[in-house]
């Protein structure tokens, strides 16, 4: 079985600033696939950036990027130069088969 | 058209009733799913089916059925509604494994009264 983690609730940042979300995991299983969804108040899951666990080098995408750390099931989002459209549910995932969510971060975007 | 569309959009029922909830889709994918969203748990696996003759539950069916009627259509039941059924279900569609993430439709908001 998967399990994922998300230990911050909530987090907020100033728009242009850079925060980051952080998510462990845990599996058994060695192939396998990890995400970060992005959810705004429309309520539509957006896909912002997948990371395959075989291939050490960090996945980017535009403005976010992942800190993934294999040994230590450690699989972060990092948004720099934060925007207001950014403000959302985000969470983290993880597949094997089936994707296995985390509860979710709210993040606020400050003015 | 959206790619995976979800009916109802918001619906409120009484406790006990029987309701349904439906998805379609036009990505073409085998892979379908059924979760529930709820404030602080995340996206929790009600039931899944990876081709039209399999289905499969997840981590959470019971008081819940589902029905695969052709490739594109899975549908979710709650034979007989109560409160703590009430949450926001999502329908996902995937290729043979999700490793490209997979399509979700827009939610349903289910309140159950």
């Known amino acids: 079985a998967q399990t994922v983690t998300q230990s911050q609730p909530e987090m907020s940042v100033q728009e242009a600033e850079t925060v980051t979300l952080s998510c462990t995991y845990d599996t058994s299983e060695s192939d396998y696939y990890l995400f970060w969804y992005k959810q705004p108040p429309s309520r539509q899951m957006i896909l912002v950036i997948r990371?395959?666990?075989?291939?050490?080098q960090n996945a980017t995408e535009n403005r976010f990027s992942v800190n993934f750390q294999k040994a230590a099931k450690s699989f972060s989002l990092k948004i720099s130069d934060s925007q207001l459209g950014d403000a959302a549910m985000y969470f983290c995932a993880t597949s094997y088969g089936k994707l296995t969510f985390g509860q979710g971060t709210i993040l606020t975007v400050h003015p | 058209d959206a790619d995976v569309t979800q009916t109802p959009r918001n619906r409120i029922t009484k406790t006990g009733k029987r309701i349904m909830l439906e998805c379609s889709q036009t990505k073409g994918h085998d892979r379908m799913y059924w979760y529930r969203q709820d404030p602080g748990l995340g996206l929790r696996l009600i039931y899944y089916s990876f081709d039209v003759k399999d289905i499969n539950k997840g981590e959470i069916s019971d008081g819940y059925s589902v029905s695969r009627q052709a490739q594109a259509k899975f549908s979710l039941s709650l034979e007989s509604a109560i409160p703590n059924q009430t949450a926001l279900y999502f329908c996902?569609?995937?290729?043979?494994?999700?490793?490209?993430?997979?399509?979700f439709g827009s939610g349903t908001r289910l309140t159950v009264v």
């Open positions: 990371q395959e666990a075989y291939k050490q």
């Open positions: 996902a569609t995937s290729v043979r494994g999700p490793n490209y993430g997979y399509t």
